[in-house]
């Protein structure tokens, strides 16, 4: 039997999660609430593929699901000490100079 039992004896289809059941706009999908509930578990991967996923409710949108920017990597500090210019005074001598002005 395709569904699940309600009670007393009624018998809901259980929506489908097919690229059938959601409506497509601009690459961004569109699910009502009951196709999301069905859908919970390829969630992650709709919005992998779509980017965003709005949530309906009797046709009205109220909810954005995005997918999350992916960390930038911090450069390690060995990179960061090569990419930057040496300075033609040492470090050691700037900060004696800034104490005896003091």
Do not use: W
């Not at 690459?27 to 919970?40: G, H, P, Q, V």
């Not at 965003?52 to 000490?81: C, F, H, M, N, S």
């Amino acid at each position: 039997m395709h569904g699940s039992e309600g009670g007393e004896g009624h018998s809901f289809p259980t929506p489908i999660c097919t690229s059938d059941t959601s409506r497509k706009k601009n690459n961004m999908r569109e699910f009502s609430i009951r196709e999301m509930r069905a859908c919970l578990g390829r969630l992650a991967r709709v919005v992998e593929e779509a980017g965003e996923v709005i949530v309906t409710r009797q046709g009205r949108a109220i909810a954005r699901v995005v997918a999350v920017a992916p960390r930038k990597t911090r450069p390690d500090y060995e990179d960061l000490r090569s990419r930057m210019p040496r300075l033609a005074t040492s470090s050691a001598d700037l900060v004696r100079k800034e104490r005896d002005e003091r």
